[in-house]
C-alpha cells in the first residue's frame, strides 16, 4: 500500500472545526483513502473512507485533492471526545481481504 | 451492528506461561479476521491474517510457533502466546471483515491488554 503522511501532532479548542491533513503523493488510481481513529485504550474505529469525490457522514467530511495527492479529514465541531489518534490509509480496492495498514497517524488534542 | 469483542480485556501472567486471546464477531460472519500488536505510544502492526479454516498467514518477522492463530469458525479466532515473556508485554487488537457487505471495512475489537511478569 502506498504510504501516507500526517503530522504526528494537532490541537484543537472545543467547539471548533478541525482540519487533519493527510499526504499521499505516490497514491495509486486503484487506492481508497480511509481514515480511522483510535481513542485512548481502545481499538480503532471507522470514520470515513473516499476515492476521487469528497464525502460527508454524520462523523466527518473528506475533502480529496483533485490530483488525489493529498485529503482532508474534517471535523466540522471538535469535542473532548474527539480526542483520539487518527490515521489516513491508503488500500486497494474497494472489496477484499486486504489488511489495513497503519502509520504513526496524528494524535489530535481538545482543549476545552 | 457489527460489533467485535475480545475476551480477556486485559489479563497478567507469569513469564513461561501461555495465554489464549479470544476474538469473536457478535453480529456477522468473518471468513477473515486481522490480529495487531501495540507497544506504548506506538501505531498499530499487523501480525497475521487469519483465515476461516486454513492457515494464518503471518507477517515477517513474527514467529508463527510463538503466536498460534486458530479460526474455527467464521465468528471466532483465537491468538494464543505461548511461553509468554515480559517483552510481549503489549496491547493486541483483532479485527474482521463482514463478509456479507461489499465495502472491505475493518472493525475492530477493543483489544486486550498483557503484561506479562
Known amino acids: 500500500d502506498a504510504k501516507t503522511t500526517q503530522p504526528n501532532s494537532m490541537e484543537s479548542n472545543e467547539e471548533e472545526p478541525v482540519h487533519l491533513p493527510c499526504n499521499h503523493s505516490t497514491i495509486s488510481g486503484t487506492d481508497y483513502i480511509h481514515w480511522y481513529r483510535q481513542l485512548p485504550s481502545q481499538g480503532p474505529e471507522y470514520v470515513i473512507h473516499g476515492l476521487t469525490s469528497n464525502v460527508n457522514n454524520r462523523m466527518a467530511s473528506l475533502a480529496i485533492a483533485e490530483d488525489r495527492k493529498s485529503s482532508t479529514l474534517i471535523l466540522h465541531r471538535a469535542t473532548l471526545r474527539d480526542a483520539a489518534v487518527y490515521y489516513c490509509?491508503?488500500?486497494?480496492?474497494?472489496?477484499?481481504?486486504?489488511?489495513?495498514?497503519f502509520g504513526k497517524g496524528t494524535r489530535l488534542s481538545v482543549i476545552a | 451492528g457489527a460489533v467485535v469483542s475480545q475476551h480477556p480485556s486485559w489479563v497478567i501472567c507469569k513469564s513461561g506461561t501461555s495465554v489464549k486471546i479470544e476474538c469473536r464477531s457478535l453480529?456477522?460472519?468473518?471468513?477473515?479476521m486481522f490480529w495487531y500488536r501495540q507497544f506504548p505510544k506506538q501505531s498499530l502492526m499487523l501480525m497475521a491474517t487469519s483465515n476461516e479454516g486454513s492457515k494464518a498467514t503471518y507477517e515477517q518477522g513474527v514467529e508463527k510457533d510463538k503466536f498460534l492463530i486458530n479460526h474455527a469458525s467464521l465468528t471466532l479466532s483465537t491468538l494464543t502466546v505461548t511461553s509468554a515473556h515480559p517483552e510481549d508485554s503489549s496491547f493486541y487488537i483483532c479485527?474482521?471483515?463482514?463478509?456479507?457487505?461489499?465495502?472491505?471495512?475493518?472493525?475492530f475489537g477493543p483489544g486486550t491488554r498483557l503484561t506479562v511478569l
Open positions: 490509509i491508503l488500500r486497494v480496492g474497494f472489496s477484499g481481504n486486504t489488511p489495513l495498514v
Open positions: 479485527s474482521a471483515r463482514d463478509s456479507g457487505r461489499s465495502y472491505n471495512e475493518q472493525f
Open positions: 453480529d456477522f460472519q468473518a471468513t477473515t
